[in-house]
């Protein structure tokens, strides 16, 4: 596996296989790696000839009082378990690599308002700037045929395909399904935030939505007093609701008769977390 660490390295790292006419996978992450990662890697290896991880805690999509600060770093280890992946290069720029002008002075990509200020982005705002400006360069700088993102950010994943269509990146975006931990909590680096007794209460979150998606293929329709239901549980536990919401898969808007594709996404409030997750219901 090569390291690289600025765009002049990676792009000489590349050279040669763009040459041979091989195919490049990016995978993006902040790092922090654990199976749901590498199971993106071993995903963008069945896409791909070779496979770009990068491990980037990127300051622009943290908000003034987030936890940037905090946000594990652990590129050792990340080193290590890439090495055992099909990982053929690790890409871990720093700040001056991403934003040669400054953080002050980049070029911003902004997302469409109404797909992007709801759900997390309504509390977050900004936030979503920051993911599309850093996965645009990270596409740009790599030249990437395919880029693989987890389901888990879904409405991170929309708002990438949407922005890769819409500026004609080039990249096929690869879809790859939520990795759970025996408990069903959705893998995330923020889980080892929690304490013991609160991961027990976390994998709540999964149980909530797989019972309002057995609710809603057994024929139930009253989406808002289901979302309601689904707060209720979850509060019960003792567990804060940032958001519950049952969506248009593909548009995050209130389903219309037509739609035949939801999600049900989820934020939650833990002492310490803020986690999300989301579950597709497909009707027949």
Same mark, same amino acid.
């Given at each position: 596996? @090569?390291?690289?660490?600025?765009? &002049?390295?990676? =792009?000489?790292?590349?050279?040669?296989?763009?040459?041979?006419?091989?195919?490049?996978?990016?995978?993006?992450?902040?790092?922090?790696?654990?199976?749901?990662?590498?199971?993106?890697?071993?995903?963008?290896?069945?896409?791909?000839?070779?496979?770009?991880?990068?491990? #980037?805690?990127?300051?622009?999509?943290?908000?003034?009082?987030?936890?940037?600060?905090?946000?594990?770093?652990?590129?050792?280890?990340?080193?290590?378990?890439?090495?055992?992946?099909?990982?053929?290069?690790?890409?871990?720029?720093?700040?001056?690599?991403?934003?040669? *002008? &400054?953080?002050?002075?980049?070029v911003i990509i %902004?997302?469409?308002? %109404?797909?992007?200020?709801? $759900?997390?982005?309504?509390?977050?705002?900004?936030? #979503?700037?920051?993911?599309?400006?850093?996965?645009?360069?990270?596409?740009?700088?790599?030249?990437?045929?395919? *880029?693989?993102?987890?389901?888990?950010?879904? +409405? =991170? /994943?929309?708002?990438?395909?949407?922005?890769?269509?819409?500026?004609?990146?080039?990249?096929? @975006?690869?879809?790859?399904?939520?990795?759970?931990?025996?408990?069903?909590?959705?893998?995330?680096?923020?889980?080892?935030?929690? =304490?013991?007794?609160?991961? +027990?209460l976390a994998s709540?979150?999964?149980?909530? $939505?797989?019972?309002?998606?057995?609710?809603?293929?057994?024929?139930?329709?009253? /989406?808002?007093?289901?979302?309601?239901? &689904?707060?209720?549980?979850?509060?019960?536990?003792? @567990?804060?609701?940032?958001? $519950? =919401?049952?969506?248009?898969?593909?548009?995050?808007?209130?389903? @219309?008769?037509?739609?035949?594709?939801?999600?049900?996404?989820?934020?939650?409030?833990?002492?310490?977390?803020?986690?999300?997750?989301?579950?597709?219901?497909? $009707?027949?």
């Open positions: 596996m @090569i390291e690289a660490h600025s765009r &002049g390295d990676l =792009q000489q790292a590349l050279a040669p296989h763009r040459q041979a006419g091989r195919r490049i996978a990016l995978v993006p992450t902040m790092g922090n790696l654990h199976a749901g990662h590498l199971s993106l890697v071993e995903l963008a290896a069945q896409h791909a000839d070779v496979v770009v991880t990068s491990v #980037f805690v990127n300051p622009t999509q943290f908000a003034p009082g987030e936890d940037f600060n905090r946000y594990p770093r652990t590129l050792s280890d990340d080193r290590t378990a890439l090495e055992s992946s099909p990982c053929d290069v690790l890409f871990a720029p720093g700040v001056a690599d991403m934003y040669p *002008a &400054g953080i002050d002075n980049t %902004k997302p469409p308002p %109404k797909l992007a200020n709801r $759900l997390c982005g309504a509390s977050r705002p900004g936030h #979503f700037d920051g993911v599309l400006t850093v996965v645009a360069r990270l596409l740009l700088i790599s030249l990437a045929d395919v *880029a693989v993102f987890g389901e888990k950010d879904y +409405q =991170q /994943l929309l708002l990438i395909e949407h922005m890769c269509h819409e500026l004609g990146l080039g990249a096929r @975006i690869v879809r790859a399904p939520v990795v759970r931990e025996s408990s069903g909590l959705a893998m995330s680096s923020r889980n080892q935030y929690l =304490q013991p007794a609160q991961r +027990q709540a979150l999964y149980a909530t $939505l797989l019972s309002l998606q057995a609710r809603i293929r057994q024929g139930e329709r009253d /989406l808002a007093g289901l979302e309601a239901d &689904g707060r209720r549980q979850l509060r019960d536990r003792n @567990i804060g609701v940032e958001y $519950l =919401q049952i969506v248009a898969a593909e548009t995050l808007q209130q389903p @219309i008769d037509s739609d035949r594709q939801l999600r049900i996404l989820v934020a939650a409030i833990l002492p310490g977390a803020r986690l999300i997750d989301n579950l597709a219901v497909d $009707l027949i």
